[in-house]
């Protein structure tokens, strides 16, 4: 007989798609939740969460529950997962499959979207093939009918990563690896401390069993020393190698030794790397105090970065979007990012390539591994390598080839600028070039440069920049000012420097001076080398890339700052912050953040502000409140640039709130102003001014040999390095200029993230914003 709760056929009725977490729990799988709960509701389907992973699929009854709006309120700023995670055995085996598949019948779920590391999408891809048979199963075996079974015939399952250790292939990262390194670098940068004023060694001990992610990024972002991972082992006689290094780092000025070993790491004979053997090396061979610090658990836990609240939301929507749209025929998809870009790739062939480098490193061919992992992570290699090891004599360019490299920062400071001047220093000690700072931006050079040898431009030692990779601010000092100011007094500093090429660091000012000195290529020579934008700017409005480094921190701190606000009301639970945001004329840091946090509205300078969206978004706000009834914990957000409105301030839009309130809720205001700009830099950040720097290091050597007249013919001599879609590419600064720049608003004529707004009310429940005409 079969069970009397099976539903009707679906005709007639919602479409219901079910979400679970799975494996490992990792930051941003309840973003992810939400995501998926909130689009299915828009899309006027019903969302059921299934608690504790296959567990709760295979147990069934409770452990399936539909999941409303209001359920997932709050979740995205929690870390771990809200619905349970677990291992379960019985799934592994064809009768838990089995009973699986007649519980989701029975709830009438026939779209599952899984959340979890390769083992938990390769479940989900084997539940998929067995699909059918399990349906055909439960029929013979009278469990259900085959009336009952027919309207369930396609199974669609969408692949959603949810792993600390970004070891899925075809993905840049997978949801909570990026938390889990910051987790990683706040150990890291306080080990860093100690290790300095006792000149320690210190050898940490990090996640990633399979995968060096997780190892290789923390060495990028805080400049240790040695890293360890499976895909890349060291060589035989790595012990002596190491010694060499450390002894002439130490001779150098260098005053600790960081090294960060996975904890999977192993030899070229496949033998397995420990911290104890590191340490002997160092300790006993090398006579230095070291101590080993095993990170463990914490690296899984805590708040969800930024990054990973976004890429959970907006890969939750996606996946929902993947569902509807999927045919019987459509193979079952994984949401992947790629650099800036959303993307569905095969599940199966994701599962597939991530298996293969575990026998491509099981085979010994660690080149084959390092290509199948993600094309950032073998690049990041190469960058760690050339700008950690000094004095590598294979590294060193031939005396003719070397070149003075001048160095600026231009504009505000912003999280990332350190890492990428120390990364291009250390790229270019490595290489044999000099690199030379150029103080204080501009004007610094413009005011001071007769007064040397303690003047604005000056050669970096590697010690100089040694420490910088974690520190905020700008360590060669920046400013607005431009060359504009005295043309004749830069090209002079140039030529009595002898600067061969130039590496700018900075924001929207930053394109404007590089714009100046191009044009003026025609009346000084001086100009004619090649030059190179390494865009770093929390507004992220740097015309010729979609990424600008310090963004990420600022989304960071943003969030901090909202999420502390949102928690102080937790006990009237009834108020909204109105908070401004920076970003000059783009509204990119307000929409993101809008993403990350979950806010209400977000006001941009692109859409402007008026009465009658601000009278829909109070409306919005009541019934929210009225919905509400006391369940949610915290207080909302709405989100307004700094340049949203020349009328409507935070202030004002915060008193009509509370008017409109009429006690039943209030407002509070806040500019949290330069605190945006953040204290330490993100590890995105850090690790992303690493590989801009060294792109940016490359693409100037490129230009070694040539002449000025042809180096001035050339228009990729001045361009800006940037992540464009799924792409990293320099352009060309004439056509970036002509083509893709809105000077007067200060930023980029296309705005890839205008598309986000879209997601961020939905996700909100925000009515369809209006345009101010
Ligand atoms: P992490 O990256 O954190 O290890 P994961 O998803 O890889 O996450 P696993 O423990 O490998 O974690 O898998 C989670 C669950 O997925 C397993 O407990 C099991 O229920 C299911 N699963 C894994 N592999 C398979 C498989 N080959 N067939 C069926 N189910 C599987």
Redesign the pocket.
């Known amino acids: 007989m079969a069970p009397t709760n099976v539903p009707a056929p679906l005709e007639g009725k919602k479409r219901r798609i079910g979400v679970m977490t799975?494996?490992?729990?990792?930051p941003g799988m309840n973003g992810a939740v939400r995501a998926v709960v909130r689009m299915a509701i828009h899309n006027n389907c019903e969302a059921f969460a299934i608690y504790e992973?296959?567990?709760g699929l295979v147990k069934g009854g409770d452990m399936i529950k539909e999941m409303h709006w209001e359920d997932v309120r709050g979740f995205l700023s929690e870390g771990g997962t809200l619905i349970g995670?677990?291992?379960?055995?019985?799934?592994?085996?064809r009768d838990?499959?089995r009973t699986a598949a007649k519980n989701m019948i029975i709830k009438g779920i026939d779209a599952l979207i899984i959340c979890?590391?390769?083992?938990?999408?390769?479940?989900?891809?084997?539940?998929r093939d067995e699909w059918p048979s399990l349906l055909e199963e439960l029929i013979e075996r009278k469990e259900l009918t085959k009336e009952q079974v027919d309207p369930f015939r396609h199974l669609n399952i969408v692949g959603l990563v949810?792993?600390?250790?970004n070891?899925l292939s075809m993905t840049d990262a997978?949801i909570g690896c990026y938390t889990s390194l910051a987790r990683i670098c706040e150990a890291i940068d306080s080990v860093d401390t100690t290790a300095v004023s006792h000149q320690r060694a210190f050898v940490i001990e990090v996640m990633g069993?399979h995968c060096g992610w997780l190892a290789l990024s923390a060495g990028v972002a805080t400049g240790a020393d040695f890293v360890f991972t499976p895909e890349n082992p060291p060589h035989p006689g790595w012990e002596k190698e190491m010694l060499k290094q450390v002894k002439k780092q130490r001779e150098m000025g260098k005053r600790k030794t960081i090294v960060v070993v996975a904890e999977g790491a192993i030899d070229r004979d496949l033998k397995k790397v420990t911290c104890e053997q590191v340490k002997d090396v160092l300790a006993k061979d090398g006579g230095l105090d070291t101590r080993i610090t095993t990170l463990g658990h914490v690296q899984r836990g805590g708040t969800p970065s930024a990054y990973d609240r976004m890429l959970a939301t907006l890969q939750g929507a996606e996946a929902v979007k993947a569902v509807l749209e999927a045919t019987p025929e459509t193979p079952s998809p994984v949401i992947c990012i790629q650099e800036n870009k959303i993307v569905r790739r095969s599940l199966l062939e994701a599962v597939a390539q991530t298996k293969e480098v575990a026998v491509a490193i099981e085979n010994k061919d660690f080149e084959r591994a390092m290509q199948l992992r993600d094309t950032e992570f073998a690049e990041q290699y190469k960058s760690y390598h050339i700008t950690t090891a000094a004095n590598l004599p294979e590294l060193l360019l031939p005396e003719e080839k070397r070149m003075r490299v001048g160095i600026i920062h231009v504009g505000a400071p912003a999280g990332g600028m350190n890492a990428a001047t120390r990364a291009a220093v250390a790229y270019c000690i490595a290489r044999g070039h000099t690199p030379v700072a150029l103080h204080n931006g501009f004007p610094g050079i413009i005011r001071h440069h007769s007064d040397e040898p303690v003047g604005a431009v000056r050669d970096i030692k590697w010690i100089d920049a040694e420490t910088w990779a974690s520190k905020g601010g700008s360590e060669i000092g920046t400013n607005r000012g431009l060359p504009s100011e005295d043309l004749e007094t830069c090209a002079f500093v140039f030529k009595k420097y002898n600067i061969q090429s130039l590496f700018v660091v900075g924001g929207f000012e930053a394109f404007t001076a590089v714009s100046e000195l191009r044009k003026a290529r025609e009346h000084y020579k001086a100009f004619k080398i090649p030059i190179v934008i390494v865009p770093a700017t929390i507004s992220n409005n740097v015309p010729g890339t979609e990424y600008s480094i310090g963004s990420d921190t600022c989304l960071n701190a943003l969030i901090q700052y909202a999420d502390a606000c949102r928690q102080s009301a937790s006990a009237s639970r009834r108020r909204v912050f109105v908070i401004e945001t920076q970003g000059g004329e783009s509204g990119y840091i307000a929409t993101v953040a809008g993403l990350s946090i979950g806010a209400l509205a977000v006001y941009t300078p692109e859409d402007g502000i008026n009465l009658k969206m601000l009278d829909r978004d109070i409306d919005h706000l009541a019934d929210v409140f009225r919905k509400d009834k006391g369940i949610s914990r915290s207080g909302k957000v709405i989100l307004v640039n700094e340049k949203a409105s020349k009328t409507y301030s935070v202030q004002t839009i915060a008193q009509m709130i509370a008017e409109a309130g009429k006690g039943k809720f209030e407002s509070r205001h806040g500019v949290p102003g330069h605190f945006q700009q953040g204290t330490t830099p993100s590890p995105m950040d850090r690790v992303r001014a690493v590989r801009f720097a060294t792109k940016a290091m490359q693409h100037l050597e490129e230009f070694i040999g040539q002449n000025m007249d042809e180096i001035d013919d050339d228009p990729m001599s001045v361009s800006v390095v940037g992540i464009k879609g799924s792409k990293l590419l320099f352009s060309p600064m004439e056509q970036v200029e002509k083509k893709e720049t809105e000077w007067h608003r200060r930023r980029p004529k296309h705005e890839f993230w205008m598309a986000l707004k879209e997601t961020v009310d939905t996700l909100s429940g925000r009515p369809q914003a209006t345009k101010n005409p």
């Open positions: 799975s494996g490992g729990d990792a992973g296959y567990d995670t677990a291992r379960c055995m019985e799934f592994m085996q838990g499959r979890g590391g390769d083992g938990s999408l390769t479940g989900a891809d084997r539940f949810g792993s600390i250790d070891d997978t069993r």
